[in-house]
Nanobody, 119 residues
Protein backbone atom coordinates (compact mmCIF):
# COMPACT_ATOMS: atom_id res chain seq x y z
CA UNK A 1 0.00 0.00 0.00
CA UNK A 2 1.16 3.53 -0.79
CA UNK A 3 0.68 6.31 1.69
CA UNK A 4 1.16 10.06 1.17
CA UNK A 5 1.81 12.37 4.11
CA UNK A 6 1.67 16.13 3.67
CA UNK A 7 3.05 18.74 6.03
CA UNK A 8 3.91 22.41 6.21
CA UNK A 9 0.54 24.11 5.96
CA UNK A 10 -0.62 26.74 8.39
CA UNK A 11 -1.19 30.43 8.82
CA UNK A 12 0.96 33.05 7.13
CA UNK A 13 0.74 36.78 6.62
CA UNK A 14 0.53 38.29 3.17
CA UNK A 15 4.03 38.56 1.77
CA UNK A 16 5.23 35.66 3.87
CA UNK A 17 6.44 32.19 2.98
CA UNK A 18 5.57 28.58 3.67
CA UNK A 19 7.00 25.30 2.44
CA UNK A 20 4.82 22.26 1.88
CA UNK A 21 6.14 18.71 1.79
CA UNK A 22 4.57 15.47 0.64
CA UNK A 23 6.30 12.15 1.27
CA UNK A 24 5.31 8.83 -0.21
CA UNK A 25 5.91 5.53 1.55
CA UNK A 26 5.08 1.90 0.91
CA UNK A 27 5.76 -0.59 -1.85
CA UNK A 28 6.68 1.36 -4.98
CA UNK A 29 8.75 0.76 -8.08
CA UNK A 30 8.98 4.40 -9.08
CA UNK A 31 7.40 7.81 -8.72
CA UNK A 32 6.69 9.47 -12.01
CA UNK A 33 5.09 12.91 -12.09
CA UNK A 34 4.43 14.89 -8.94
CA UNK A 35 2.12 17.84 -8.57
CA UNK A 36 0.42 20.19 -6.16
CA UNK A 37 -3.23 21.17 -6.50
CA UNK A 38 -5.31 23.51 -4.37
CA UNK A 39 -8.97 24.04 -3.66
CA UNK A 40 -10.26 27.28 -2.24
CA UNK A 41 -13.68 27.47 -0.55
CA UNK A 42 -16.44 27.36 -3.12
CA UNK A 43 -14.04 26.77 -6.01
CA UNK A 44 -12.90 23.81 -8.06
CA UNK A 45 -9.59 22.11 -7.42
CA UNK A 46 -6.88 23.59 -9.64
CA UNK A 47 -3.35 22.64 -10.62
CA UNK A 48 -0.72 24.79 -8.94
CA UNK A 49 2.54 23.21 -10.09
CA UNK A 50 3.83 20.02 -11.65
CA UNK A 51 7.23 18.34 -11.94
CA UNK A 52 8.14 15.40 -14.16
CA UNK A 53 10.44 12.54 -13.30
CA UNK A 54 13.10 14.34 -15.32
CA UNK A 55 12.72 17.53 -13.34
CA UNK A 56 10.82 19.66 -15.84
CA UNK A 57 8.39 21.97 -14.08
CA UNK A 58 5.18 23.78 -14.82
CA UNK A 59 3.60 26.53 -12.74
CA UNK A 60 0.15 28.00 -13.03
CA UNK A 61 0.11 31.64 -14.10
CA UNK A 62 -1.30 32.66 -10.73
CA UNK A 63 1.82 31.46 -8.90
CA UNK A 64 4.61 32.04 -11.42
CA UNK A 65 7.56 33.79 -9.86
CA UNK A 66 6.26 33.10 -6.34
CA UNK A 67 6.00 29.31 -5.95
CA UNK A 68 8.64 26.70 -6.72
CA UNK A 69 8.06 22.97 -6.97
CA UNK A 70 10.94 20.57 -6.42
CA UNK A 71 11.49 16.91 -5.65
CA UNK A 72 13.93 14.73 -3.75
CA UNK A 73 13.79 11.31 -5.32
CA UNK A 74 15.92 9.74 -2.61
CA UNK A 75 13.33 10.78 -0.03
CA UNK A 76 10.26 10.16 -2.23
CA UNK A 77 9.26 13.72 -1.44
CA UNK A 78 7.87 16.66 -3.37
CA UNK A 79 8.05 20.21 -2.05
CA UNK A 80 6.24 23.44 -2.77
CA UNK A 81 8.08 26.56 -1.68
CA UNK A 82 5.57 29.38 -1.50
CA UNK A 83 6.76 32.97 -1.24
CA UNK A 84 5.13 36.39 -1.53
CA UNK A 85 1.92 34.80 -0.35
CA UNK A 86 -1.38 36.52 -1.07
CA UNK A 87 -4.77 36.12 0.65
CA UNK A 88 -6.05 34.52 -2.58
CA UNK A 89 -3.57 31.68 -2.05
CA UNK A 90 -5.72 30.54 0.88
CA UNK A 91 -6.83 26.99 0.10
CA UNK A 92 -6.41 23.34 0.95
CA UNK A 93 -3.33 22.12 -0.89
CA UNK A 94 -3.15 18.53 -2.12
CA UNK A 95 -0.18 16.61 -3.46
CA UNK A 96 -0.76 14.27 -6.37
CA UNK A 97 1.71 11.60 -7.40
CA UNK A 98 1.76 9.13 -10.25
CA UNK A 99 3.33 6.03 -8.69
CA UNK A 100 4.15 2.73 -10.30
CA UNK A 101 3.58 -0.29 -8.09
CA UNK A 102 3.22 -3.99 -8.79
CA UNK A 103 -0.19 -3.22 -10.22
CA UNK A 104 1.12 -0.60 -12.62
CA UNK A 105 0.95 3.22 -12.54
CA UNK A 106 -1.77 4.82 -10.43
CA UNK A 107 -2.79 8.26 -9.30
CA UNK A 108 -2.41 8.97 -5.58
CA UNK A 109 -3.68 11.96 -3.60
CA UNK A 110 -2.68 13.31 -0.22
CA UNK A 111 -5.37 14.22 2.29
CA UNK A 112 -4.63 17.92 1.97
CA UNK A 113 -3.06 20.59 4.13
CA UNK A 114 -4.70 23.94 4.83
CA UNK A 115 -2.88 27.15 3.98
CA UNK A 116 -4.40 30.37 5.28
CA UNK A 117 -2.96 33.75 4.27
CA UNK A 118 -4.07 36.77 6.22
CA UNK A 119 -4.01 40.29 4.83
Amino acid sequence: QVRLVESGGGLAQAGGSLRLSCTASGSMFSINAMAWYRQAPGKQRELVAHITSGGSTFNADSVKGRFTISRDNAKNTVYLQMSSLKPEDTAVYYCNLIITTLGGPSNYWGKGTLVTVSS
